[in-house]
Each structure stands twice: as structure tokens, then as C-alpha cells.
């Protein structure tokens, strides 16, 4: 049963403007002077020439009557004089059938007395025919085939319903920009979700709580939306966030009985960053308690399932983010990965999931599993949303200071990676000994991840077989959580104040309140003494030293832009039969270096697969780069059949 606590559970003609507008015109800007005057005729065989002959006012209405048949909306428009049909005549027609409210525009080929100059004014501001530059609009172009149908494509975005199934943040800001809803009704539409997929039927059990403040919070930000704009494309946008991420309006629990009344004083760093993009933190979710492992089953919450069966481990430790974002719980969500908790739910749910550069986000107010390799990180449908969520969060924060070495390496916007031809020209090393097939399972997950190999060269990349230096010496290395908890935990704890519950790992013990499957876990963490010791400084340094090393060498060797593995050997286990994972979500924390896992195709029995893009520090950026381009490229996400 869901714990609710105490709180509720550029393309295109002249519709566009700079370059792309000489592409209308012949290959030639029009001079100032074409800029209020009709087209000649050499510009018309120019255009004509090119295959871009002028559109017919039949054409033109006729275009926009398909348009609104797609959209399922009425369509009435009076028919138009002439043999063309000129920008101003075009917007003045649009604005009477979309019922659009004049606006003041500042064209200076636009007189403010002109009888068309609101109509210009109200397209321009939805986005629909915007100018040749910011300051000419063309009013008496001749709109050819290629703007109608650009013009086409953009109307029936514009007015087809609001579907909120798979919506991407910026769907959401266009829904919300063009009036079809508000941020308030946003949350309400995705908390309708929650109830009917997460709390009854399937029963996903993905939320823990619920913010009780989340319709307030949205009203006010649909208030302050239409007094002064958006402060970002996570304005007004619910996401989820990990239940190991503090919260100063909602518990903090780790998923564990223990701290099931621990309100931290203060946000997380990277919700607090958040919270100033404009997003709401619609709710926490469940994890593998303490993110100790990865099948997402906690004293608090229970076990969460698989939206893609039922049967299934979610993956984990975010299994609950992973379940509720591929579920359409909200926007997108946030996780964290020691080992691989965020990349390992992310392929087992038909996601995006990025383990930044350990530094390029704060860790600050995250319960902590081994701060040597921990990391917060977005977990989304598509890859524009995860760059969008990392955009709002990386940064530097003075209370952690891993995300000093991130200072002048972070890019204005992961945003501006976000190309379709990111693959043209591209190296890739294929590490071939991580994608292994001698067992059933496997096979199926390699047969996915092969097949991958081959579209990233359809997409234009050169893919290159690799082995990866001292790949056997790495993996015998553990990993740091089994060291460092304890005095991390304690140290979280005691940041808590005089009002933590308990106060150190031995407390939590005694008291019972606590996974018992994980209780021999707990000892043997905390019956460590020191970090003083040989064995603990041998596996910092020489571990890290080691992958690092390994990692830059093989691809300066082979002039690699990433290397790509399957994200996990294994698909989604069956609940009850054990889950494992294989070592590849290693290189990654052992390193330092960031990763990215992105939906790669589904198994012969339906369950996804994700392929993982490592790269050098601070590269997200390539990284996003390649990952959206194979996405664009192939779209293999499909949401859960049993949550529509």
C-alpha cells in the first residue's frame, strides 16, 4: 500500500526567420525595399524554379481545414480574393478563425495604423508566422507551398487537444502558454494518474507522499506566469523527486520506518534549484531503502513493480522515480546513482537517465550512501526533458565542494546539444566484452544491444570494437558504499538538529524500525571503525586512478567521442527470483566520469532494454549530443500498456 504519512499522497520558409527565409526567396535576401512590396515576377520563378511555387488561396484554405480535422476542431474561414496569398492576409484570416486577441508588434514594415497589424501581432506572439528578422515581418510576401506547409504543421500544434500521456516539458509550457491549461490543472490531471495507477488499480506503488501544497503552490505560479512570463521551461511543471532527497514541506525517509517524521529544515541544493526554475515538487517516491539496492523495495513502501510487468523488479535504487516517470506520474523526476541507480531503473522503464560528472550538481541535503561515488541526476522520458531537468540542477554550491572542478566547464545549456545529426561523423567504441550473451537472459539483452550498433551507424556514426584496459583489474574492486555509510549517514543525521529522530546508524539499528532484509547489511556497515585504514585509501585512489586512466587511453587511442555497453546485462527480473545486473554501471562511478543511458529497443517478451553512453568529465554535453541524435533516430521509448 502507498505511504502517504501525514500529507496527501527552425525549420521552415518564411514563417521563420534569418537564413532559412533566403531559402524561400531563390537563395537570395530580399532587399528593405522587397520588404513592402509584392514579390516580382523574378522572384516568383525564382520560387517557382525550386520547386516552391506561390500557394493558392484554395490551397491555403484547404490546408488549414486538414489541419483542423486532425485536431478534431471547427474550422470556419472566409474565402480570400486572388491568385496568392500574402503574410498579412494569412494572419489576418488566422487570427478571425483562432479567435486570437490583437497585440502590439514592432515591426517597422508593419505600420501601427495598418488595418493587419494586431493580426501580425497576435501570430507572431503564438509563434505561428513569426518575421524575416526581429524587425521586418514581409507583410506582402507571397506564402509558397513550402511556408503552407510549415504553417500547417505549426497550426495543428497549436490547436490540437492537450493529450498529457507522454507530454514533454516543453508540450506542457506550449499547453500552458497557449491557454489550453493551466499549471494548476497540470497537477490535478497527473495527481488524478497517481491515484488511479500508483494508489488502485495496478498499484504501481511508486509515490511515497504526495505534496499537500502542490495545487497552491501551482496556482500561484499560474499567477505569476501571466503577470510576468515563465522564469524557465520548468516553470509551473510537477516533477518527482527521490525520497532521499531533503525536502523542508514533505518527510524525508530513505524509504525506511526510521524516518518516516523527518522534515529536514532545509531543500536539497538541487531542489531548492528546482523550486527556483518554477518547478513543483509534486511528491517523493520510493527506493530501494537506503539505496542499498536495486530492486526498490522498502520498510516504508513496500516493493514497486514494473509498469511494463507487473511481475517485475523496477530496477533500482530510483525504481519509484523510474515507475512513476515511465508511467506519466509527472514531467520528470530526479534519482541517484552510487553504483547505477539511476541509469539501471531508467532502462528497465524506457528511459533517459543521466549519472552527471561527479561535482557538476551538489550533493548537498541527499542522504548520503558513499559520497565518493554519489551523484543526483534527472531521469526522463526523452532526452530535451533530462537536459532540461540538468540545466535547472548542475551547478556550483559552496556546501559541497566536489562542484568546484565543475566551475567554467558548465555550457550555457545542455539544451543547445540537442541535435538530430549528433551522430554524423561520430566515433563510437563499442566495448564488446560488456555486452555479454552466454546466458538466456543476456542474449536477449544483447540481441537489443547489436542490433543498437547497427542503427548508430545507419545514423551516421563509425562504431569501433574496443576492449577497455584492465577491465578484469577494475571490476574486482568494490564499491565504497560498504565503507562509507555509516559515517556519512551519521554526519546527515546529525545535520539534522536536535529534532532527528535518531542519530546515528547504531540507533536505527537498535531500533527495529528498518528493512530486516537488509539488517546483516546494516551490521556489517556499521561495525566499521575508521576510514584510516590502507584498504579504504588503496580503493580511492588506485581505483579511480586505474578507470580513469583506462577510460581516457582507449579513447584517445581510438579517437572516440563515448564509448556505448548495454546500460544492464539483464532485463527486468521477476519479482521474487532475484535481480542482477552485471558490472557495467561501474565504469561510471569508479571513474567519475558521466554517463547517460537511453531507451535501446525491448526484448522478445516486451521488457526495455537501455544502451549506455559514457564520456569524459564534464562532457554531458557529447554525451546528450549522441544520445538525442540516436533517440530522434530511432524513438524505441513506448509507454506501459497498463498505465494509458
Known amino acids: 500500500m502507498t505511504y502517504h504519512g501525514s500529507v496527501l499522497k527552425k525549420s521552415g520558409a518564411l514563417l521563420l526567420a534569418g537564413a532559412v527565409v533566403a531559402t524561400t526567396w531563390g537563395g537570395t535576401l530580399p532587399s528593405a525595399s522587397a520588404a513592402t512590396a509584392t514579390p516580382t515576377s523574378k ?29 478534431g476542431v471547427p474550422f470556419k474561414m472566409d474565402k480570400l480574393s486572388g491568385t496568392t496569398v500574402q503574410r498579412k492576409d494569412a494572419a489576418v484570416a488566422l487570427q ?45 510576401a507571397v506564402l509558397t507551398e513550402n511556408d503552407l506547409s510549415v504553417l500547417k504543421d505549426r497550426i495543428y500544434n497549436y490547436i490540437k487537444p492537450f493529450v498529457l500521456e507522454e507530454a514533454t516539458i516543453m508540450d506542457l509550457q506550449a499547453a500552458m502558454t497557449q491557454g489550453k491549461l493551466t499549471s494548476k490543472e497540470l497537477v490535478q490531471k497527473y495527481l488524478d494518474r497517481i491515484e488511479k495507477y500508483d494508489d488502485q488499480g495496478v498499484s504501481i506503488n511508486a509515490v511515497l507522499t504526495l505534496n499537500p501544497d502542490a495545487l497552491q503552490i501551482a496556482e500561484r505560479l499560474d499567477e505569476e506566469r501571466a503577470a510576468q512570463g515563465a522564469r524557465s521551461p520548468l516553470h509551473g511543471v510537477p516533477v518527482l523527486v527521490k525520497d532521499n532527497y531533503d525536502t523542508n514541506d514533505m518527510p524525508t525517509t530513505a524509504g525506511c520506518i526510521c524516518l518516516k517524521d523527518s522534515i529536514p529544515a532545509h531543500d ?16 517523493k517516491t520510493n527506493l530501494h531503502e537506503f539505496a542499498f539496492g536495486i530492486t526498490t523495495s522498502s520498510s516504508l513502501g513496500g516493493q514497486t513493480l514494473n509498469p511494463y510487468a507487473l511481475d517485475h523488479y523496477p530496477g533500482g535504487s530510483s525504481g519509484g522515480t523510474g515507475a512513476a516517470i515511465a508511467s506519466n506520474f509527472a514531467a520528470a523526476g530526479m534519482g541517484t546513482d552510487t553504483g547505477g541507480s539511476i541509469r539501471i531503473p531508467s532502462s528497465f522503464n524506457s528511459l533517459v537517465g543521466i549519472r552527471p560528472t561527479i561535482g557538476l550538481s551538489s550533493r548537498e541535503g541527499i542522504i548520503p550512501l558513499a559520497l565518493t561515488q554519489d551523484v543526483g541526476g534527472p531521469m526522463a522520458r526523452t532526452v530535451s526533458d533530462a537536459a532540461i531537468m540538468l540545466d535547472a540542477t548542475a551547478g556550483y554550491d559552496k556546501k559541497d565542494v566536489a562542484t568546484a572542478y565543475a566551475v567554467g566547464k558548465i555550457p550555457s545549456s545542455y539544451k543547445d546539444f540537442l541535435d538530430v545529426n549528433g551522430l554524423k561523423g561520430a566515433r563510437i567504441g563499442v566495448a564488446t566484452e560488456l555486452i555479454p550473451s552466454t546466458k538466456a537472459e543476456e542474449k536477449a539483452v544483447a540481441d537489443v544491444i547489436n542490433t543498437a550498433v547497427e542503427e548508430l ?3 551516421g556514426a563509425t562504431a569501433v570494437p ?6 578484469a583489474e577494475i571490476n574486482k574492486y568494490p564499491s565504497l558504499s560498504g565503507y562509507e555509510f555509516k559515517f556519512q549517514l551519521n554526519d546527515y543525521l546529525d545535520s539534522l538538529g536536535a529534532d532527528a529522530p535518531y542519530h546515528s546508524l ?22 566499521r571503525q575508521t576510514l584510516e585504514t590502507t584498504e579504504y585509501k588503496d ?27 548495454p546500460t544492464s546485462t539483464q532485463a527486468a527480473g521477476v519479482i521474487g527470483e532475484g535481480q542482477t545486473s552485471g558490472g557495467n554501471n561501474r565504469l561510471s562511478p569508479f571513474s567519475g566520469f558521466p554517463a547517460i543511458t537511453v531507451p535501446a529497443g525491448f526484448t522478445s517478451d516486451g521488457l526495455p532494454v537501455g544502451m549506455e553512453f559514457l564520456g569524459r568529465a ?3 554535453g557529447t554525451l546528450i549530443k549522441l544520445a538525442y541524435s540516436y533517440e530522434q533516430g530511432t524513438h524505441h521509448r513506448q509507454a506501459p500498456k497498463l498505465t494509458p
Open 506 to 527: 547504531s540507533e536505527i539499528i537498535a531500533s527495529g524500525e528498518f528493512d530486516k532484509s537488509q539488517e546483516q547489511s546494516m551490521k556489517t556497515r556499521d561495525a
Open 466 to 471: 574496443i576492449s577497455i584496459p584492465n577491465l
Open 268 to 283: 536539497a541544493e538541487q531542489v531548492k534549484k528546482l523550486k527556483a526554475a518554477g518547478a513543483i515538487i509534486l511528491g
Open 96 to 140: 478571425q478563425w483562432l479567435k486570437l486577441d490583437s497585440t502590439t508588434e514592432s515591426f517597422k514594415d508593419v505600420p501601427d495604423k495598418a488595418t493587419f497589424a494586431g493580426a501580425v501581432g497576435a501570430l507572431n506572439t503564438a509563434g505561428l508566422m513569426k518575421g524575416y528578422t526581429e524587425s521586418l515581418f514581409l507583410p506582402n
Open 539 to 565: 580503493i580511492v585512489l588506485k581505483r579511480t586512478k586505474v578507470t580513469r586512466e583506462s577510460l581516457l587511453k582507449v579513447m584517445a587511442d581510438n579517437n572516440l567521442d563515448a564509448v556505448i555497453y
Open 618 to 620: 564534464f562532457d554531458e
Open 457 to 459: 551507424k545507419s545514423l
Open 43 to 71: 522572384t516568383t520563378v525564382a520560387a517557382v524554379s525550386k520547386g516552391k511555387a506561390p500557394a493558392t488561396p484554395t490551397a491555403f484554405i484547404q490546408a488549414m481545414e486538414e489541419a483542423a480535422t486532425l485536431a
